[in-house]
C-alpha cells in the first residue's frame, strides 16, 4: 500500500464521540472489531513496525507485529483474545489507542 495513500486525509468517523465516551470503560471482555473504511499498513523495520493507518503513523517495538495484524484485520474480538506477548494492561492501551484514533470501534 503506498503510504501517501493511507495517510491521506480520512472521511468523518461516524460515531466517533460516542467511541470515545466509552474509552474508560475497555476492559479485557470488551468486543472490538476494526472500522470498516479504516486503510492500512504494516511496515516492519529492523527493530520495529510501524503502523501507518488513517492520518496517523505509529511505532511499536518489532515484537508486537502479530498482535497489530490481529488487532486492525480481526472481525470481530474481546480485547483478551488479542494474541502474542502483550500482557492484559499491553492490550487495553494497544485497543484504547486505535479506538481514539478511530481505527476499532467498541461494541457494547
Avoid: C, W
Avoid at 73 to 81: A, F
Amino acid at each position: 500500500i503506498d503510504a501517501h495513500f493511507v495517510l491521506s486525509p480520512s472521511p468523518l468517523l461516524d460515531g466517533q464521540l460516542a467511541q470515545l465516551a466509552v474509552l474508560p470503560r475497555i476492559a479485557a471482555d470488551t468486543v472490538v472489531t476494526p472500522r470498516r473504511m479504516a486503510v492500512f499498513d504494516i511496515v516492519r523495520g529492523e527493530e520495529s513496525v510501524v503502523l501507518l493507518y488513517n492520518r496517523a503513523r505509529a511505532a511499536f517495538p518489532g515484537r508486537v507485529k502479530d498482535a497489530l495484524r490481529f488487532a486492525v484485520t480481526t472481525p470481530h474480538y474481546r480485547v483478551r483474545d488479542i494474541p502474542g506477548n502483550l500482557d492484559e494492561a499491553g492490550q487495553l492501551v494497544l485497543v484504547r489507542r486505535f479506538v481514539r484514533d478511530g481505527m476499532l470501534t467498541v461494541h457494547e
